[in-house]
């Protein structure tokens, strides 16, 4: 069974700090991973996904996800923390086609501090 | 429209009573899903409906739990006799084949089961 793994649920940095999200997953079969952010009261909205070919892929804001298949992980980056990256953070990871549900982690709350 | 819209954004029930969730996906989006997030469960998959095929119903928590999808387009989440544990925000994604393994994610509804 597929499974996802977030560590840490609550991660602080200062602005401009470097911004590190881990993430962990498990699956039998090569998995499509996806990084998802919410704001306060607002729905999930897409970041970036790896599905296949370059492992190291850009999303919007900055962001950025390599996928290690040695260390199943997909942990995401960002080089330097703006305010208004203040967010929930979720990974998740799907069978590798598309049509089948996401199984998510439990999220990283992220707080920016100036 | 522009996005998934989900409707109401806010629904107060009396346990006991039944309600019903509505999403309008995008335009042309084949796949529609419904999650449900938690704070003790986090986002869990609750179905799954692909074109004109059966839908996939692996996540349903109980028999309380229903959904339908009509002309491909508009589905309805049915809750009966919901429960206090019910209490969550229900959230719809939708995707199609150009979209690949993105689904896109719908504000969600707010159920709070007094």
């Known amino acids: 069974a597929q499974s996802v793994t977030q560590l840490g649920s609550h991660v602080s940095v200062s602005e401009g700090a470097l911004v590190l999200l881990r993430c962990n997953y498990s699956?039998?079969?090569?998995?499509?991973l996806f990084w998802y952010v919410q704001y306060p009261n607002q729905g999930l909205q897409l970041l970036l996904k790896y599905t296949t070919g370059a492992t190291l892929v850009k999303g919007i804001n900055g962001f950025e996800a390599e996928f290690k298949k040695s260390e199943t992980s997909f942990h995401l980056t960002k080089p330097s923390a703006h305010m208004s990256d203040a967010a929930e953070y979720f990974c998740?990871?799907?069978?590798?086609?598309?049509?089948?549900?996401?199984?998510f982690g439990k999220g990283t709350t992220l707080s920016v501090s100036s | 429209g522009a996005g998934v819209s989900q409707s109401p954004s806010n629904k107060v029930t009396e346990k006991g009573k039944d309600v019903e969730l509505r999403c309008d996906p995008i335009s042309g989006h084949t796949a529609l899903y419904w999650y449900r997030q938690s704070l003790g469960q986090g986002l869990e998959f609750l179905i799954y409906?692909?074109?004109?095929?059966?839908?996939?119903k692996s996540g349903l928590p109980s028999d309380r739990f229903s959904a339908e999808r009509t002309g491909g387009s508009v589905s309805t989440l049915t809750i009966q006799r919901t429960q206090q544990e019910d209490s969550a925000v229900y959230l719809c994604?939708?995707?199609?084949?150009?979209?690949?393994?993105?689904?896109?994610f719908g504000p969600g509804t707010r159920l709070t089961v007094l």
């Open positions: 699956s039998s079969v090569p998995p499509y």
């Open positions: 409906f692909q074109g004109n095929s059966a839908p996939d």
């Open positions: 998740a990871v799907s069978e590798g086609q598309a049509g089948t549900a996401l199984i």
């Open positions: 994604a939708s995707s199609s084949r150009t979209t690949g393994e993105s689904q896109f």
